[in-house]
């Protein structure tokens, strides 16, 4: 583990995963709103929602989506990690009111370069609003003790 208690890359295996929970807030999707500067009706004016296939308001896809840099930032590999890519497939809906769950789920590391592969799956009530992976970058104990030794030898 990292001195943030992320987990370095050589901490991971397969399998590992860990997951973050969210309520999305009222207040949630108008302040994503203002800060992506994305108001679209669809997320905005609950009269012009209810007349879309949707029914009703619905929070924005990267809102949602931003609870798997949650779990990434928060669990795993936590503190230390710096995103590089993320594909995400939006499979249902996610309203003001309902918990969002995103699970990260280790299927690949890379030693040399300190990179991990996720799976990532959102869920509302056992049901994946998202689903996708991603690439991260992770802190690695072997490149801070050879950065150590670097450095007490005057490199």
């Known amino acids: ?35 992506s ?15 879309t296939q949707f029914g009703g308001r619905i929070a924005h896809g990267f ?14 590999p936590g503190p ?5 890519g993320q594909q995400l497939r939006f499979k249902a809906p996610v309203r003001p009111g309902d918990t969002v769950h995103a699970t990260v789920t280790v299927k690949s590391v890379d030693l040399v370069k300190a990179r991990v592969t ?5 869920r509302v009530r056992n049901v994946v609003v998202i689903d996708g992976e991603a690439l991260v970058m992770t802190t690695s104990s072997a490149r801070r ?3 150590a030794a670097a450095d007490n030898k005057g490199v």
């Open 63 to 76: 809102l949602t989506a931003s609870v798997i840099s949650a779990a990434v930032a928060n669990r795993l």
């Open 145 to 147: 003790a050879a950065q």
């Open 37 to 51: 500067g994305d108001n679209n009706a669809v997320h905005t004016n609950e009269e012009f929602a209810a007349t």
């Open 118 to 122: 996720l799976e990532t799956v959102c």
């Open 80 to 84: 230390g990690t710096v995103y590089l």
């Open 1 to 35: 583990m990292n001195h943030l208690n992320g987990y370095d890359v050589e901490d991971l295996r397969e399998g590992m995963s860990a997951s973050f929970s969210k309520t999305i807030t009222e207040a949630d999707i108008v302040l994503f709103a203002g800060v």
